[in-house]
């Protein structure tokens, strides 16, 4: 069906001459003039509508005029069908310019047009959920080639530890996100990693670890065929332990050219999370609704209020963290007058009205290590402080973690580690990895509109620098441990330590660790971007 060109009543392919205003429509002359606007016919004001002489003729050819007659009353129809959707156009457009759906259809027109503009902005990409199993393979040999510096008859006494991971939740290991006032809620931790199984395999013997916290000790470990030992101690219980988290420990001794092989495999339901609340966030990410942004953020000041001040005793007030006897000095340092410059020229770019905005200050410091510092892939493995990792512009993920976190020291913003492994969504290769945590507040008035009471108004969110994951859980992160308060550091040197000898004999030790996926990851719920946008306040 077309129409005439110069009425626009709409017309049949075989019409000649338009029925409404009679005018000449074969061929292409019609439209051409009416491009051109020249519309010289004769006005048809007062015209009655009758039986054209095309239209007598139709009458008298039989099946053609019944071809003419239905068109004839498909546009009468067509036009009173036109009239009545015009007016359910004005009604919704009423609706939604008078009311305040009008507020969420202009919300829902934002999340769409960011998620799209996400799609041609480069980035990395992640799943929404991910359902997998990785390995880790440790060996150990004794070289006894003089060729290559080793001597005939070495032994080593080795043991490893491996950090058993653990379900983690959108509040750390929390069931609870929120509390709830009176008559509200529940809110409920959402489960970001779900660890669904953990087995051992060295000399042929597999061995199942228990996920329900039990422990088997040194002096009941499970003795392999060549007498070296596994157990799971519980945490911290003594010499033969692991300070910081429950672990696996593999020991013995390795002689004269020997070698000895562990694989330990872990299978692991992950999903995304986000605690932040922004239109640029993937809008089937879960947690969003109950993130932090600029708008919903509490001050500095009330981060003593919320959890009754735990995080800001263990960690907000405490401007210097984590000394290494390797470097001579706090990696974590709100006291350095670089850290101190820094973050006065990050607060000098917030509005006056933000000054005291948690959530403005920890953003436009995440920004500003996005822009200025280089990943270094080539890191010592003694990390560096927070300011060298400023003043050089370079780090790795540890490193440019403590930067992060060191400004937010000055803020007395509590922060710390996160360790584990990830998957780098380019080279699909598993990495070790560091990154931060991070305490937020809400406002007060967010959370009585929530009906979440005070104390527990606040998200503890994960920052990853490095990789541009701003308040972001994706589901190729595992989390090995999460950071206990600890001014001493032990804890967080147990959680760097892996291997350790003792070498007798002249034996020379050639040790190695990986990381490798097992069989194919199963991605559901799509995949999304994560980009590098700047937060403007």
């Given amino acids: ?14 019409d000649v001459i338009c029925f409404s205003c009679g005018r000449v429509i074969s061929g292409a002359s019609g439209m051409k003039a009416r491009g051109r606007r020249e519309f010289r016919g004769s006005s048809t004001r007062g015209a009655k509508r009758k039986e054209t002489p095309k239209m007598a003729a139709a009458q008298a050819s039989g099946p053609r005029s019944r071809r003419a007659g239905a068109a004839q009353a498909g546009i009468r129809q067509a036009r009173k069908s036109s009239m009545k959707n015009l007016f359910l156009v004005g009604i919704v457009s009423f609706v939604f310019l008078f009311t305040p759906a009008q507020m969420e259809l202009v919300e829902m027109i934002s999340d769409l047009e960011a998620e799209v503009m ?60 929120f509390s709830a006032e009176s008559g509200s809620g529940p809110f409920a931790s959402g489960i970001l990693q779900d660890i669904i199984s953990v087995k051992i395999n060295s000399e042929g013997q597999d061995i199942v670890i228990p996920l329900d916290g039990s ?28 300070p910081h988290t429950r672990c696996i420990i593999w020991e013995g001794t390795v002689s004269d050219g020997g070698t000895y092989t562990l694989v330990a495999e872990v299978e692991v339901e992950g999903k995304s999370w986000s605690w932040w609340q922004d239109s640029s966030v993937y809008s089937d990410i879960a947690g969003k609704t109950w993130g932090v942004n600029v708008d919903n ?30 470097r001579n000095e706090y990696l974590i340092n709100g006291d350095d007058p670089l850290i101190q410059l820094t973050a006065l020229d990050i607060s000098a770019t917030l509005p006056g009205e933000l000054s005291d905005n948690a959530y403005a200050f920890a953003r436009a410091a995440f920004d500003f ?41 000055v803020k007395e913003i509590p922060t710390w580690y996160e360790f584990g492994i990830l998957l780098n969504p380019y080279n699909e290769k598993w990495e070790g990895h560091a990154w931060a945590n ?37 589901p190729t992160a595992v989390t090995d441990w999460i950071e206990v308060a600890d001014p001493t550091g032990d804890l ?33 719920g799509g995949k999304y971007i994560v980009t590098v946008d700047p937060e403007s306040f």
């Avoid at 069906?1 to 075989?14: I, K, N, Q, V």
């Avoid at 305490?439 to 541009?468: H, Q, R």
């Avoid at 004999?505 to 190695?512: L, V």
């Fill in 1 to 14: 069906m077309g129409r005439c060109p110069f009425c626009m009543a709409s017309t049949m392919p075989e």
């Fill in 118 to 177: 996400n799609q041609f902005k480069s980035g990395r990409e992640y799943p929404l959920e991910a359902s997998y199993t990785y390995s880790r393979t440790y060996t150990i040999a004794e070289d006894n080639d003089p060729a290559s510096g080793g001597t005939p008859g070495g032994d080593i006494s080795f043991k490893r530890q491996m950090a058993i991971p653990f379900d983690r939740t959108s509040k750390s290991v929390m069931t609870e996100h």
């Fill in 215 to 242: 422990s088997r000790s040194r002096e009941s470990a499970m003795t392999l065929p060549s007498g070296n030992l596994v157990y799971w101690p519980a945490v911290n219980s003594g010499e033969d332990s692991c």
């Fill in 297 to 326: 953020s509490g001050t500095f000041s009330d981060i003593q209020s919320r959890a009754g001040g735990t995080y800001w005793n263990d960690y907000g007030k405490n401007s210097q963290w984590y000394f290494s006897s390797h």
């Fill in 369 to 409: 290590l996005v822009e200025k510092i280089t990943y270094n892939p080539n890191a010592d493995i003694n990390p560096i402080s927070g300011s060298e990792c400023i003043e050089t512009s370079t780090g790795d993920c540890d490193e440019v973690s403590n930067a992060w976190m060191s400004l937010m020291r």
């Fill in 438 to 474: 991070v305490m937020l507040p809400l406002s007060e008035g967010w959370c009585a509109d929530k009906g979440i009471t005070v104390d527990s108004c606040y998200i503890l969110g994960e920052v990853d620098v490095v990789n541009n994951k701003w308040l972001l859980h994706t």
């Fill in 492 to 524: 967080i040197d147990s959680a760097y330590r892996g291997w350790a000898f003792s070498i007798s004999n002249g034996g020379r030790a050639m040790y190695s660790s990986a990381i490798d996926t097992v069989g194919s990851p199963d991605y559901s």
